[in-house]
């Protein structure tokens, strides 16, 4: 049987646990966790011990399969735990199917391997965990997926998160699960009750740094463009994420296309901005009506890419363009 993540709670609540679970998948936060799930049940079920074997050669798998046909020491009902690549081949192949099939009722194996390609979906080892077992393909959580996944992580963990800091919060953490879930025990430390917004999220990030990225977005509004170097210089320093410093930016180019609308960003709901703030963008009010927002956007996105590897080039370099642009400094 295949079974959705979501539905593993409910499958594992039957009166009789299945004899074999395949969990397979690339996203390590949520593999592990599931992990931990089968293991909880299994534990309530009477398995108190727990053999974790990671086959590479045709021996191996023989020591797998001898170990599951020999008794406990104790006489306890045991987990059989398998992490491989996902290729058995000819040798581990024939092992699962004999273990799924041979195994008796004081045996669960948890087969852990990463995403199966189609070829080895067809396998005969994983119609055999379909057929006597559960497998449990973890997919992926895609960007667009991420903010909601985010807002449900914290949610459980007893925090509510504005769209500003959920938007912040996924920038940093896109494809690194485990990153956001550090991130958000950070932030019940930080902020144990009330709502989130995205200056407990930079204060989660980098709460000692000399520099921080709203000073950087008033040097920007400012037009001072020798302070936005100088600032761009000590956060990269302090080893603050490139993310942060455009999700910065692209914020104040936001407020100023707002400003240029003829709204107020200081009356939008989400971040609370400082009197500070406040004078700052209202100077650059006039600065708006000429501001090149498709360049600047397109420089934006230029970064983006680089950070995340799609485009070649340095995003620090690009970050300096980006605020000399803003400044009302022309670059090519």
């Given at each position: 049987m295949k079974i959705t993540l979501e539905n593993l709670d409910s499958y594992l609540k039957q009166a009789r646990l299945a004899r074999a679970y395949l969990l397979s998948g690339d996203e390590e936060l949520l593999v592990i966790e599931a992990a931990d799930r089968v293991r909880a049940a299994a534990r309530a079920a009477g398995f108190s011990e727990r053999e974790?074997?990671?086959?590479?050669?045709?021996?191996?798998?023989?020591?797998?399969?001898?170990?599951?046909?020999?008794?406990?020491?104790?006489?306890?009902?045991?987990?059989?735990?398998?992490?491989?690549?996902?290729?058995?081949?000819?040798?581990?192949?024939?092992?699962?199917?004999?273990?799924?099939?041979?195994?008796g009722s004081d045996v669960l194996l948890l087969i852990i391997t990463p995403r199966l390609e189609p070829a080895s979906q067809s396998t005969s080892w994983v119609k055999a965990i379909e057929a006597q077992g559960a497998w449990i393909p973890v997919w992926n959580v895609g960007a667009r997926q991420l903010e909601a996944w985010l807002v449900q992580r914290c949610k459980r963990a007893g925090l509510e998160l504005n769209a500003e800091a959920v938007a912040l919060l996924a920038a940093r953490v896109e494809g690194n699960l485990l990153a956001a879930h550090q991130e958000i025990e950070k932030l019940k430390l930080l902020v144990p009750t009330g709502t989130v917004d995205a200056a407990a999220v930079l204060a989660a990030v980098a709460h000692s740094a000399r520099y921080d990225v709203f000073i950087l977005g008033e040097a920007v509004l400012n037009g001072d463009a020798a302070r936005a170097a100088h600032v761009i210089a000590g956060l990269r320093g302090e080893g603050v994420e490139p993310t942060l410093i455009l999700w910065s930016l692209v914020r104040e180019l936001r407020n100023m296309w707002s400003l240029n609308r003829g709204d107020d960003p200081a009356r939008r709901p989400g971040l609370r901005m400082s009197p500070v703030q406040i004078a700052a963008l209202e100077?650059?009010?006039?600065?708006?009506?000429?501001?090149?927002?498709?360049?600047?956007?397109?420089?934006?996105?230029?970064?983006?890419?680089?950070?995340?590897?799609?485009?070649?080039?340095?995003?620090?370099?690009?970050?300096l363009l980006l605020c000399s642009e803003f400044c009302g400094l022309r670059v090519v």
């Amino acid at each position: 049987m295949k079974i959705t993540l979501e539905n593993l709670d409910s499958y594992l609540k039957q009166a009789r646990l299945a004899r074999a679970y395949l969990l397979s998948g690339d996203e390590e936060l949520l593999v592990i966790e599931a992990a931990d799930r089968v293991r909880a049940a299994a534990r309530a079920a009477g398995f108190s011990e727990r053999e974790v074997y990671f086959p590479e050669r045709g021996s191996d798998w023989s020591d797998i399969v001898a170990s599951s046909g020999s008794m406990s020491l104790f006489g306890d009902r045991r987990i059989i735990e398998v992490r491989f690549n996902g290729k058995a081949g000819k040798e581990g192949g024939a092992a699962l199917v004999k273990l799924v099939e041979t195994t008796g009722s004081d045996v669960l194996l948890l087969i852990i391997t990463p995403r199966l390609e189609p070829a080895s979906q067809s396998t005969s080892w994983v119609k055999a965990i379909e057929a006597q077992g559960a497998w449990i393909p973890v997919w992926n959580v895609g960007a667009r997926q991420l903010e909601a996944w985010l807002v449900q992580r914290c949610k459980r963990a007893g925090l509510e998160l504005n769209a500003e800091a959920v938007a912040l919060l996924a920038a940093r953490v896109e494809g690194n699960l485990l990153a956001a879930h550090q991130e958000i025990e950070k932030l019940k430390l930080l902020v144990p009750t009330g709502t989130v917004d995205a200056a407990a999220v930079l204060a989660a990030v980098a709460h000692s740094a000399r520099y921080d990225v709203f000073i950087l977005g008033e040097a920007v509004l400012n037009g001072d463009a020798a302070r936005a170097a100088h600032v761009i210089a000590g956060l990269r320093g302090e080893g603050v994420e490139p993310t942060l410093i455009l999700w910065s930016l692209v914020r104040e180019l936001r407020n100023m296309w707002s400003l240029n609308r003829g709204d107020d960003p200081a009356r939008r709901p989400g971040l609370r901005m400082s009197p500070v703030q406040i004078a700052a963008l209202e100077g650059a009010r006039r600065r708006s009506v000429r501001m090149p927002f498709a360049r600047l956007s397109s420089r934006a996105l230029r970064v983006d890419r680089m950070i995340k590897g799609r485009l070649a080039g340095d995003p620090w370099d690009e970050l300096l363009l980006l605020c000399s642009e803003f400044c009302g400094l022309r670059v090519v």
